[in-house]
C-alpha cells in the first residue's frame, strides 16, 4: 500500500510547485538582461526605457522574494492586484496616470521608447481592469 506523501504524483505536484516557484525569477532575469541590453543599444531613449525595464524587474523579483520568505501568498493575483474598494481608490487613479503618461511618452517618441509607452498604457489598463475585476469578485462571493 502506498502512502499518500511517498506516491510518485505527490512528488510530481511539489516538484511542479518548486520549479514553478524558481521559474518566475529566471523570466524576471531575463527580462532584466533584457533591459540591459535594450539600454546598450545607444539609440536615444532607449537606454531610460532599458534602465527602467532592468531596474523594475530586478524590484519585483526581490518583493516576490520577500514574500516568500515572510509566508505570504504564493499567487500573482493576491501579488499584483488589490482585494478592496478601498484599494481601488488608490490603485485607479494612480494607474491611470500612469497608462497616460505611456501614452505621452510614446507620442512623442519613435523606436523600442514609442513601444515601451504604449506597453506602459496597456500594462496599466490591464492592472486597473484587474483590480476592478478581483475586488468585485470578492464582493460576489461574500453575498
Do not use: C
Not at 510518485?8 to 518566475?24: I, L, T
Not at 520577500?66 to 487613479?93: H, K, Q
Amino acid at each position: 500500500m502506498d502512502l499518500p506523501e511517498t506516491s510518485p504524483q505527490h512528488w510530481g505536484r511539489e516538484y511542479w510547485r518548486w520549479v514553478g516557484f524558481w521559474v518566475q525569477f529566471v523570466l524576471l532575469g531575463a527580462l532584466a538582461l533584457l533591459g540591459l541590453v535594450i539600454a546598450g543599444d545607444g539609440v536615444p531613449g532607449d537606454d531610460t526605457a532599458g534602465l527602467l525595464l532592468a531596474g523594475a524587474t530586478v524590484a519585483l523579483a526581490f518583493m516576490r522574494l520577500r514574500l516568500w520568505f515572510d509566508g505570504g501568498p504564493a499567487g500573482w493575483m493576491a501579488f499584483l492586484f488589490v482585494e478592496t474598494p478601498r484599494g481601488l481608490l488608490v490603485v485607479v487613479p494612480l494607474f491611470a496616470v500612469i497608462a497616460l503618461a505611456g501614452l505621452f511618452m510614446g507620442a512623442g517618441a519613435s523606436g523600442s521608447l514609442q513601444t515601451a509607452g504604449i506597453g506602459l498604457f496597456i500594462a496599466s489598463g490591464a492592472v486597473i481592469f484587474f483590480s476592478l475585476k478581483r475586488v468585485f469578485d470578492k464582493l460576489d462571493t461574500h453575498d
